[in-house]
T-cell receptor, first 116, second 114 residues
Framework: AQTVTQSQPEMSVQEAETVTLSCTYD???????LFWYKQPPSRQMILVIR??????QNATENRFSVNFQKAAKSFSLKISDSQLGDAAMYFC?????????????FGKGTKLTVNP | DTAVSQTPKYLVTQMGNDKSIKCEQN?????MYWYKQDSKKFLKIMFS???????INETVPNRFSPKSPDKAHLNLHINSLELGDSAVYFC?????????????FGPGTRLTVT
């Protein structure tokens, strides 16, 4: 069974600084997709970034980038130039196929606080 | 236009009651999902439907019955509500069931059972 582990229940960062959120996962699949979702207090789930496992190049979306280490099964999220609006719960997820459909398996989340 | 909408956003009810949560997506997606987020924020899939057909049923008690009248709608009916059913329920949709399409989430329904 696939599992996702986020070892940091809470993190904090100063505004304009950089922070890295950790995620490790376990899967027997060779091809899969990884995601970071953000959940602000509004509770809306927002896709931050996604990574295809077959791509060696790390995904980047503006201030958000990942460090994907396939052999180590590690998928960390780096937020540069942190802003107050980045404060949220961040969930790492792996997409797995079951019965011909995809489902997301989530980690337990990391609560990010951004200090002014 | 809201891509994935859920009604109601908040639902407070007593143990033993039956309630429904409705979900609609206007993205033309084929696949829809229900996820449950517990009090510790842990998110877990409950069901997935593709073109009105149940694909994933993740060992959810049979008090929970999803229904998909058409591929734009996926409703969740819960019988005999229990205290442990209190959670936030998210509906999501995606374009298809191959090669990973992004899942778009609704705003969630916070269910409180008293």
């Amino acid at each position: 069974a696939q599992t996702v582990t986020q070892s940091q229940p809470e993190m904090s960062v100063q505004e304009a600084e950089t922070v890295t959120l950790s995620c490790t996962y376990d899967t027997s699949e060779s091809d899969y997709y990884l995601f970071w979702y953000k959940q602000p207090p509004s509770r809306q789930m927002i896709l931050v970034i996604r990574q295809e496992a077959y791509k060696q190049q790390n995904a980047t979306e503006n201030r958000f980038s990942v460090n994907f280490q396939k052999a180590a099964k590690s998928f960390s999220l780096k937020i540069s130039d942190s802003q107050l609006g980045d404060a949220a719960m961040y969930f790492c997820a792996i997409e797995v196929t079951q019965g011909g459909s995809e489902k997301l398996v989530f980690g337990k989340g990391t609560k990010l606080t951004v200090n002014p | 236009d809201t891509a994935v909408s859920q009604t109601p956003k908040y639902l407070v009810t007593q143990m033993g009651n039956d309630k429904s949560i409705k979900c609609e997506q206007n993205l033309g997606h084929d696949t829809m999902y229900w996820y449950k987020q517990d009090s510790k924020k842990f998110l877990k899939i409950m069901f997935s439907y593709n073109n009105k057909e149940l694909i994933i049923n993740e060992t959810v008690p049979n008090r929970f019955s999803p229904k998909s009248p058409d591929k734009a709608h996926l409703n969740l009916h819960i019988n005999s509500l229990e205290l442990g059913d209190s959670a936030v329920y998210f509906c999501a949709s995606s374009q298809g069931w191959a090669n990973s399409y992004e899942q778009y989430f609704g705003p969630g329904t916070r269910l409180t059972v008293t």
